[in-house]
């Protein structure tokens, strides 16, 4: 019986995210309430709070489903020694761009995240996991940089710190724009020719330190 509890109420809180990615798509956050999240879950509005403090918290655990999968492939870069560290950073990007591209989840969570998400008061404590999820993929791209430089990949005065901040701005950018209109350009065929670019420019001019 107990077993069979927690088993509904696993159900209930992926019915709430499933629900929580709908409306926050349709309306934007800052206009859902968390009854009309509970209304499309077929749930009660107690059962949100069950499972979640408010709405930032139902946001940030919407978000962080569809991310861990590129959280861990982050993991794993910048915590692995690389025989060709480019490369590597080649796949780790590739890769985001494809899930993206083949995964409706991922597709509807960075939609909402980049263009439904008004940043309220109420969605400070989710702006404020953003940040951090920001810096520590910085602190794993740039550790896979430095091996880079070790490796003789790159200069011993490349900037890895900007060379970092490039990349993530590139990569992020080619999200949100696909997201704006993914019917403007197939990101599957496209993104690794645009990836490859991005490390071709890195290999023939890093910007230097200083």
């Known amino acids: 019986m107990a077993r069979r509890t927690k088993e509904d109420a696993a159900f209930t809180r992926e019915q709430l995210l499933d629900a929580a990615e709908r409306v926050f798509l349709e309306r934007g956050v800052a206009h859902t309430s968390l009854a009309e999240v509970a209304a499309a879950a077929g749930v009660t509005r107690g059962a949100v709070y ?12 919407m978000c962080e489903r569809a991310r861990l999968p590129l959280e861990a492939m982050l993991d794993r870069a910048g915590t692995t020694t690389h025989v060709d560290p480019l490369a590597a950073l080649r796949e780790l990007a590739v890769s985001a761009l494809s899930r993206l591209a083949s995964d409706p989840r991922a597709h509807a969570v960075f939609e909402v995240m980049f263009h439904k998400c008004e940043h309220a008061l109420e969605m400070a404590p989710a702006d404020e996991r953003t940040r951090r999820e920001r810096r520590r993929c910085l602190t794993h791209v740039e550790e896979v940089m430095r091996q880079a430089v070790a490796a003789g990949q790159l200069p011993a005065d490349a900037d890895t710190a900007l060379a970092t901040e490039a990349m993530h701005a590139y990569v992020v950018g080619l999200m949100n724009e696909w997201v704006l209109d993914p019917a403007a350009w197939d990101l599957a065929v496209r993104g690794p020719v645009l990836i490859d670019l991005f490390i071709a420019g890195l290999r023939t001019a890093p910007p230097r330190k200083p």
Do not use: G, P, Q
């Not at 069950?50 to 655990?61: E, G, I, M, T």
């Open 50 to 61: 069950w499972h979640f403090r408010d709405k930032s918290d139902l946001f940030d655990a």
